[in-house]
Every structure is written in C-alpha cells, then in structure tokens.
C-alpha cells in the first residue's frame, strides 16, 4: 500500500495513519504512530522500487508492542528486525523443492533463501543454477544451507521425502516418510519456534499431522499444500468445460489430498451464480455425465502426469508459492489447504483440506461450507481414510 499511497498523493505521514487502520481490530497500535515508526517507514520508502513485504513487515511488527517506545526512536535490534527482508527456507531439493525455489526466486517475495538437502552435491548444483538467474530476475541472497540457517525463517517448506519402491504398500511409505519427518522436523524447530512450516510432502494430510505432533507448534502454524493443487485442476476442468477464465470459476476440492477427496459441486459457481442457473442462462452442458468426467480427471491427475512424465512439480509449486504470498503478505486468502478440522461435521483430531483464510499468523480461521448431506458422508468417509492411515503410524511421533 505504501507506494500506492505515495503516489496518489499522501504524504508518509498520512499513509502511515491510513496503512495502520487495516489492522486488525484486536493487534495493539500506538496512536499516535512513534515517531520511530514513522522514519523506519520514511527510510524503506526512499528506496528504489522496494517491493511491498518490507513496508508490511513494518506496518505487522507495529502492532506488537504495546509500550510506547522512546520519542528518540527503537532500539538498534529493533529497527534491524523491522528492515530484514524476509526469508524462506526449503528442506528438500528435489523436484518438488527446486521448482518452488525457481518460482520463489523469479516472484521476487523474498530477500534470503536456503536450501536445505542431504545430497549436498546436488544441493550445491541447484544453487549455483538459481544463483546464476539472479542478475536476470530478482534480487535474492540464495544459498546451500543447514538445519541452523532455519532461524529467523518467516516459512520453512518442507519438501523432503522418498519415493514409493517397487512392491512397496501405500502404508510402507507412508511410514518410511513419517521416519524422515521425525528426524527433520525436531532440527528445525530447534533452530526456529516462530516461523510457519509448510508441508508439502506426500501423504500430506498423514505428514502435515505428524509435523504438527512433532514440533510442537499450534496447529495454525503447520499448514499442508492440501487439495490446493486438486482445487487448481478442478477450475481448470470447469472453466475449459464452460469457455470461463479458470480464475473466475470458483470451486473447492476438500478432504484428503488422494483418492477419497471430495468436489463440492453444490457451492461451486462462476462469478457467484451456481453452475446450473449459469449454464440454463448461457448454454453450456455441465451434466452428470460431464460432471463425473471432470471429477475423474481432477482426481487421477497426477496417475497420468507420473505415467507420461514421472512426476508433477510445476503446478504444486506454484501452490505452494500461492500460499507463501499470503503468509508473508498477510492477505488472508481463501486456499483449501491441508489443516486440523476444528470440529466440523463431527471431525476433529485430524488433518484434511477445506478452504482456510491465510494470513501472518498462518491459518488465521477455517471456514465452514454448509455441504450437502452426500458431501457431508463423502467428506466424513475421507477423515475415516486419513484417521486409518494415521493410527498405523502413530507410534512414530509417540516415542
């Protein structure tokens, strides 16, 4: 908002004032704003083309202090946290991992990014290639990092994980993933008790819960990339089916990130008006048949990508991005991530996906669809999936 403001024709003074009434009404403000706060903000803004995270980090870090702070300005330690660019750590630098880190890099989001991997060869290999497409997009210090390079991380993305083997059962994997996340997630809460981690490695309902158990963290900060990705593909399909720009279809894939997951068709809409009234209105044929097809292939998506290409990474990279954005500019987005189900529908003590309002703070609320009566089963009939798997792993984070 800060450059916004500038040009429209405000002054400092007056945007600071009018940046701080957004915030929100329970976030402690000084009133007036410090002096102090006033010429962090006139400092950041006589930078060149700054981007907009480092105005929000101020605007953010001012609401937490409810002493009045010396007229003569913040202390050293203060100021320097107001000013630090933001910072992303990715543990895993596969595909998943790598790809993020690329879309990461050319979005300009943040200031610093460390890889984390335990191939430190091809570690090294992934950043020297991201660092050499710095001069040619986007400012960023990148670098091969460790578990303790993990402080002072906004987001840490957890990408880490072993591929299914040959003969292996859903539920070997699932166990031998839940092994790894027992080793990396106890490093890097040791180094980080603030930040958010964010999940994206498969089963990430199963592993999001077991992040949860094992870090310690409330459950608002350990967030999975959910049926984020399933929810992309399900626009997709419908606004190819209706001639729409996917992006003004609105449609939510919830539950389990897998087989049991469920559309809700009876909310879906394009631009607020329900599929059947828009396709009586505009001719467009979205019937059971239509409907059904397009659920199949928004469900078995990634079977067919991994069978033609060996794997999917660009789109639930960019999931995962999507999802950063909002943490880190505090836009309270709507995105069906992978959360603990705060009672709905009778279901508690679980991770699933329903569309959760992303903020700062991580998820700031999850939001309650009023589901038809086959959604509600359907949906209750994935927690049952996702419970199953989880009591055949438990042990692990219980020792």
Request: charged fraction near 25%.
């Amino acid at each position: 908002m800060l450059l916004t403001t500038l040009h429209a024709g405000f002054t400092v003074d007056e945007m600071v004032d009018l940046d701080l009434s957004y915030a929100p009404p329970y976030a402690p403000v000084w009133d007036p704003v410090p002096i102090a706060i006033r010429q962090i903000i006139k400092k950041v803004s006589s930078g060149i083309e700054r981007d907009r995270m480092i105005e929000e980090r101020v605007m953010f870090l001012s609401t937490l202090f409810s002493d009045e702070p010396e007229e003569n300005g913040l202390p050293d330690y203060l100021q320097e946290e107001l000013l630090r660019p933001h910072k992303v750590v990715v543990v895993g630098a596969g595909q998943v991992g790598t790809t993020f880190a690329y879309a990461l890099l050319l979005s300009g989001l943040v200031g610093e990014m460390a890889l984390i991997d335990v191939n430190r060869e091809r570690l090294e290999g992934e950043v020297m290639d991201l660092n050499h497409a710095v001069p040619l997009s986007n400012p960023m210090r990148i670098w091969a990092g460790d578990y303790p390079d993990c402080a002072g991380a906004d987001v840490v993305v957890v990408a880490a994980g072993t591929a299914q083997r040959e003969g292996e059962t859903r539920l070997d994997l699932v166990k031998r993933n839940t092994r790894i996340f027992a080793d990396i997630i106890p490093r890097i809460t040791e180094h980080n008790r603030q930040g958010i981690l964010l999940i994206a490695t498969n089963p990430v309902d199963v592993l999001s819960y077991a992040a949860w158990k094992l870090s310690g963290f409330p459950a608002q900060r350990v967030i999975g990339s959910g049926t984020v990705l399933d929810t992309a593909r399900f626009r997709h399909l419908l606004g190819r089916q209706l001639h729409i720009d996917p992006r003004n279809v609105h449609a939510h894939i919830i539950g389990e990130h897998g087989d049991s997951e469920v559309p809700v068709w009876s909310m879906a809409n394009v631009t607020g008006i329900g599929l059947e009234r828009f396709c009586g209105r505009h001719s467009c044929h979205l019937g059971a048949k239509e409907r059904a097809e397009i659920f199949r292939q928004t469900r078995d998506a990634a079977y067919e990508i991994i069978e033609r290409k060996g794997a999917t990474f660009y789109a639930v990279a960019v999931g995962i991005l999507r999802i950063v954005e909002s943490i880190l500019r505090n836009q309270y987005t709507v995105l069906s991530v992978s959360t603990l189900v705060p009672g709905y529908y009778g279901i508690e003590d679980v991770y699933l996906s329903l569309p959760s309002v992303i903020g700062r703070a991580g998820v700031e609320r999850v939001v309650y669809l009023p589901l038809t009566k086959g959604e509600t089963e359907a949906f209750c009939n994935s927690a049952d999936v996702v419970r199953d798997v989880l009591d055949g792993v438990q042990d692990i984070w219980s020792d």
